[in-house]
T-cell receptor, first 109, second 114 residues
Framework: KQEVTQIPAALSVPEGENLVLNCSFTDSAIYNLQWFRQDPGKGLTSLLLIQSSQREQTSGRLNASLDKSSGRSTLYIAASQPGDSATYLCAFNTDKLIFGTGTRLQVFP | EAGVVQSPRYKIIEKKQPVAFWCNPISGHNTLYWYLQNLGQGPELLIRYENEEAVDDSQLPKDRFSAERLKGVDSTLKIQPAELGDSAVYLC????????????FGPGTRLTVL
């Protein structure tokens, strides 16, 4: 069965910290991996897409890496802000997205 | 450019009643997905369309769920009759084509079955 595991399940940090969210997956035959943000009661906002041939992608304070051989991806958030508080979901794509259960992040002032 | 549009945003119904959700994907996107998200979980695929063809509906409970995308643009997902366990968020997503492309999600429909 294809599975995605996200660690930690929840994280509470003071503003300004650099954060690392981890995602591991069981299927190496992926097209790509996507990181999403979900605010309470809202849909999913795509943050970063890493194609299977790529090693990392960057957008502003966000950097995501992909290691297919070990089945791992990492989302790095630099200089966290209260507005970053949300649930972060990773998903690998094999014609459909297989999601983890997410990391609930709270950044307090 | 408009994103994925879904309606209604919220729906409350009694069990055994029918309910329908509508989705309009991003213009030009050929692939449309319906996902189900239970509380505290990641979304799970219900059905994937390539244009008007349902190419993966293996996770769709066909005894009570149905979906259509008649003209290859907007789509409707229906539940009849609804059960208490169907309470969840129903998300629609689209992408330019299968596989390699980024998927974009709508705001979802939150269904509560009483």
């Amino acid at each position: 069965k294809q599975e995605v595991t996200q660690i930690p399940a929840a994280l509470s940090v003071p503003e300004g910290e650099n954060l690392v969210l981890n995602c591991s997956f069981t299927d190496s035959a992926i097209y790509n991996l996507q990181w999403f943000r979900q605010d309470p009661g809202k849909g999913l906002t795509s943050l970063l897409l890493i194609q299977s041939s790529q090693r990392e992608q960057t957008s502003g304070r966000l950097n995501a890496s992909l290691d297919k051989s070990s089945g791992r991806s990492t989302l790095y958030i630099a200089a966290s802000q209260p507005g970053d508080s949300a649930t972060y979901l990773c998903a690998f794509n094999t014609d459909k997205l297989i999601f983890g259960t997410g990391t609930r992040l709270q950044v307090f002032p | 450019e408009a994103g994925v549009v879904q309606s209604p945003r919220y729906k409350i119904i009694e069990k055994k009643q029918p309910v329908a959700f509508w989705c309009n994907p991003i213009s030009g996107h050929n692939t449309l997905y319906w996902y189900l998200q239970n509380l505290g979980q990641g979304p799970e695929l219900l059905i994937r369309y390539e244009n008007e063809e349902a190419v993966d509906d293996s996770q769709l409970p066909k005894d009570r769920f149905s979906a259509e995308r008649l003209k290859g643009v907007d789509s409707t997902l229906k539940i009849q009759p609804a059960e208490l366990g169907d309470s969840a968020v129903y998300l629609c997503a689209s992408s330019p084509s299968r596989g390699y492309n980024e998927q974009f999600f709508g705001p979802g429909t939150r269904l509560t079955v009483l």
